[in-house]
Every structure is written in C-alpha cells, then in structure tokens.
C-alpha cells in the first residue's frame, strides 16, 4: 500500500459521470478529484441537481463511473465487478439515508442485527443492543418502524449503520426529514459516532449550519468540484 492510501481512506482521480437521454449525452458529473483522510469528516454541498448524491453513489460503490478512478482504503472500486463493490461496502461502509430505509416487517433490535447477520458475525445481537443504547433507544428494541417516530428511526438507521464498525460512514441529507429538534439530535450522533469510532464521515447537505461542523466542505456545482476548502465558506447553498 502507497503512503498516500495510508494517509487517505479515499483517493478519487478525474471521475466523471455521463448517461444517455432522448437528447443527448448528459453530464452528471466532470473530471472530479479530491482526496479524504482517515478519520475525517467532510461535507457535500451544492444546488440540487449539482450532481452531489451521484458522487456519494459513487463514492461507495453504488454506482459505476463513465471515467476515472476511486480508491476505497486502498481497493480500486473502479476495477471490481459488483459482486465485489458489494462485499467491500459490506465490510467497510455504512449508511444513513433520508428515507430511513428500514425494514418494516422487523422491529427496531432486528433492523439493527440484520447487516451483522448477513455478514456472519456471530455477536450481532450484542452489537446491535450496545448501538441501540447508545442511541438512547434501548427501551425500543421490540418496536417496528410503524411505531416509531421519524427521530427515532433515523436513529435506528444510524445504529444500523455503525453495525460491524465502517470505517466510511456516508450519509445523504440525513436530517432533511426531521423538525429542527431531532434534526439536531441526529446530527450530534453523528459526529459522536464518528470520533467515538474514528469513523470516516462524508455526507451531503443542503444545511449549511451542518456543513460548517464538518472539517472540510466540498462544493459541486453542474457536476464539477468548485471548492475543495477547509476555510470557511459562505453560501454553500
């Protein structure tokens, strides 16, 4: 391994992302490069449609790129099939969706498990009990999705997703469908977990107020990196 893939988690090199429409040729996505450090909390921002939660898609490996290179801690994501993107994300990311994304027909204990136990691990119950405790929903293990509310299903999803320990935690717009007091709590756990864990934490916002407690702030604008920064910015959008 390179000392800059022992120094970066992700390495992304000329990325871009062309599909076909009825008119045309259409780009999501030019020549992006960047680099994120182990451990290291950055924020996607731009306007909607800047191509933003396509490169998180990218980024871990849930979408294929037209060119260029990404390196996930060291793997080429870039030169492996599907098959094997999926066992690298099942091994080292996790996710936290607006939408939540849980399983309805499982309560929230079951949610938490089910990544672990298709992953083999045979202390997924343990696992799942010391996350949903840390996300101060031990007293909700038995209940399903239905019967939560939405702050505390995005923080079942949130122990879902360190489930295993990721060293990538990528989240889209995580707090976009909560009112400003769970939206905040989810925020706060976010950012505990990640330096609890030393989780890696990319995730993409329209929140500007969230992006500037991240460490560094990347813009995307009609597909191409605009501002790549620590400094503080304003108008992320």
Known sequence: MSALSQLNIIQVNGLSKVVSTFEGELSILSDISFNVKHGESVAVVGTSGSGKSTLLSLLAGLDTASS??????????HKLDEEARAALRAAKV?????????????????????PAELAGEHDAKEQA????????????????PSQLSGGEQQRVAIARAFVGSPKILFADEPSANLDSKNGHMIESLLFDLNKQNGTTLILVTHDEA?????????QIEAGELVHNSTEEMANVG
């Open 210 to 218: 969230l992006a500037q407690k991240c460490e560094r702030i990347i």
């Open 68 to 77: 260029g290179e990404v390196m996930l801690d060291g793997e080429p994501l």
């Open 129 to 144: 009990l010391a996350l949903l405790e840390k996300v101060g929903l031990s007293h909700r293990i038995d209940h399903y």
């Open 94 to 114: 996790g996710f936290v969706f607006q939408s939540f994304m849980l399983v309805q027909s499982l309560t929230a204990l079951e949610n938490v498990m089910l």
